[in-house]
């Protein structure tokens, strides 16, 4: 249904036909890490994520997985020869 609390005119999972069904009543607003994001839009009663309705959810155990402004670095691991790590495992 369409959203008629906080973000008029969108289309939101959480809106029922006595109102908004998320915890509180509405989506809560951004917070201070999800500045830069391309997910946050600004509504008439300020920044809010388009998919996330709390965002520090998202943020409360380390980075948010739908983050489009942080990039995650992997390391490579170095490759082990086989034959030498099994002499090394007998010794």
């Given at each position: 249904m369409i959203c008629a609390?906080?973000?008029k005119g969108e289309e939101c999972v959480?809106?029922?036909?006595?109102g908004c069904s998320?915890?509180?009543?509405?989506?809560?607003?951004?917070?201070?890490?999800?500045?830069?994001?391309g997910r946050s839009?600004?509504?008439?009663?300020?920044?809010?994520?388009?998919?996330?309705p709390?965002?520090?959810i998202k943020w409360k155990n380390g980075d948010?997985?739908?983050?489009?402004?942080?990039?995650?670095?992997?390391?490579?691991?170095a490759k082990v020869n086989p034959l030498k790590a099994s002499k090394r495992g007998g010794k």
């Amino acid at each position: 249904m369409i959203c008629a609390t906080v973000r008029k005119g969108e289309e939101c999972v959480f809106m029922k036909k006595n109102g908004c069904s998320y915890t509180g009543g509405a989506c809560n607003a951004v917070v201070e890490k999800c500045t830069g994001c391309g997910r946050s839009k600004e509504y008439e009663t300020g920044w809010y994520c388009s998919v996330a309705p709390a965002p520090v959810i998202k943020w409360k155990n380390g980075d948010c997985n739908l983050a489009t402004h942080i990039t995650i670095v992997v390391k490579e691991q170095a490759k082990v020869n086989p034959l030498k790590a099994s002499k090394r495992g007998g010794k």
